[in-house]
């Protein structure tokens, strides 16, 4: 039912910037977190940055001040502005979806996006 589906990643070269999209469709939730997490093989997928329907986010200390996220709500599509793109920023970028009511809670997952930078 819930469909995500990510894209803008690529290879790029340090110090370059990506943007990467994600448009929900389907059932969402009206209070909901939106968001984007990596994984590298061997390593769990971590989270990058997410904000919740109403405009709060977080966002790890790793990329804070060179990510940026951001939603626009009525295309249901959240986007990672990433600039200053280091080699260790190299992932598969997947998109997430939290639907929160007052039963709990369901976690949707994008197929994901790979985001290379290298010289």
């Known amino acids: 039912q819930v469909q995500l589906v990510e894209s803008g990643g690529g290879l790029v070269q340090p110090g370059h910037s990506l943007r990467l999209s994600c448009a929900a469709s389907?059932?969402?939730?009206?209070?909901?977190?939106m968001g984007w997490y990596r994984q590298t093989p061997g390593k769990e997928r971590d989270l990058v940055a997410d904000?919740?329907?109403?405009?709060?986010?977080t966002i790890v200390d790793s990329v804070k001040g060179r990510f940026t996220i951001s939603r626009d709500n009525a295309k249901n599509t959240v986007y990672l502005q990433m600039n200053g793109l280091q080699p260790e920023d190299t992932a598969v970028y997947y998109c997430?979806?939290?639907?929160?009511?007052?039963?709990?809670?369901?976690?949707?997952w994008g197929q994901g996006t790979q985001v290379t930078v290298s010289s």
């Open positions: 904000m919740t329907n109403g405009g709060r986010t």
């Open positions: 997430n979806l939290l639907n929160i009511d007052s039963k709990g809670s369901v976690s949707y």
């Open positions: 389907g059932g969402i939730f009206n209070i909901n977190v």
